[in-house]
Nanobody, 122 residues
Framework: QVQLVESGGGSVQAGGSLRLSCKPSQRPYSRSIYAWFRQGPRKEREFVALIRYHGGSAFYADSVKGRFTISRDNPENTVYLQMNNLNTEDTGVYFC???????????????WGQGTQVTVAS
């Protein structure tokens, strides 16, 4: 089991930016797929973005495309989510997850972090 620790959440005004970090407890395997999901107030948890750790190919939800960027830093063994031009709809708890399927389905992910809160004020 991989432990995932998220950080970087906080409060920001609409139009602002935040960068979330996700650090796994062990070095990613060659097939590792990392993803970010989020759960807003009174909403279901939803997919945000994913990245293939080795290779770097990424995929985004339509709602964040062009505003969010997922990336990984191999020496630091960390996955990032850069969030720009935030709006109130982006408010929620953001979760990092890891699996081996290139999928936006939550069921494809084996291990999850505890989440980090992002609050966007209007």
């Amino acid at each position: 089991q991989v432990q995932l620790v998220e950080s970087g959440g906080g409060s920001v005004q609409a139009g602002g930016s935040l960068r979330l970090s996700c650090k796994p407890s062990q070095r990613p395997y060659s097939r590792s797929i990392y993803a970010w999901f989020r759960q807003g107030p009174r909403k279901e948890r939803e997919f945000v973005a994913l990245i293939r750790y080795h290779g770097g190919s990424a995929f985004y939800a339509d709602s964040v495309k062009g505003r969010f960027t997922i990336s990984r830093d191999n020496p630091e063994n960390t996955v990032y989510l850069q969030m720009n031009n935030l709006n109130t709809e982006d408010t929620g708890v953001y979760f990092c997850a890891v699996g081996t399927q290139y999928s936006s389905d939550q069921a494809a992910y084996d291990d999850w972090g505890q989440g980090t809160q992002v609050t966007v004020a209007s």
